[in-house]
């Protein structure tokens, strides 16, 4: 970017790095490689709030926060808050956090029923 200073000297600004640099990673930072699957039924459903999330039982009964996409992402797949509701069986397959004894799991795909959203498509490998 150009701009001219108190003496009308034209002086060129570069930024310090990319702004993609580091900024995909980041989503992914808190989270392990390898994909994690599971069964369970919801509990409790945030698809609307500022970070939207569901709250599950699995099979064992752990309580599992489940991470899901920005409500813009969601929105484009289908997932509303009357998509899944308290009580539905769903599908997750996503990645786990890299937290010691903490239950939370990014949705990668989540099914609901015979419905799938496909969240982050691209982090599917």
Known sequence: MTRATE?????TRTP???????????LWSDFQPRLTEMDAV???NYISGCYPVLYV???DGRNWTIELANRVRNDAVGLTEHAVLP???????????????????????????????????????
Request: aromatic content about 10%; hydrophobic content about 35%; overall charge negative.
């Open 16 to 26: 310090a790095f990319q702004l993609n640099d580091g900024f995909e990673d980041d």
């Open 57 to 59: 039982r699995c099979r």
């Open 87 to 125: 009580g539905d069986k769903v599908q997750i397959i996503g990645r786990r956090t890299r937290h010691f004894g903490e239950y939370r799991i990014k949705a990668l795909h989540l099914t609901v029923g015979e419905k799938a959203y496909d969240l982050y498509p691209e982090a599917l490998v």
């Open 7 to 11: 003496l009308a000297r034209a002086e």
């Open 42 to 44: 919801v509990t409790d």
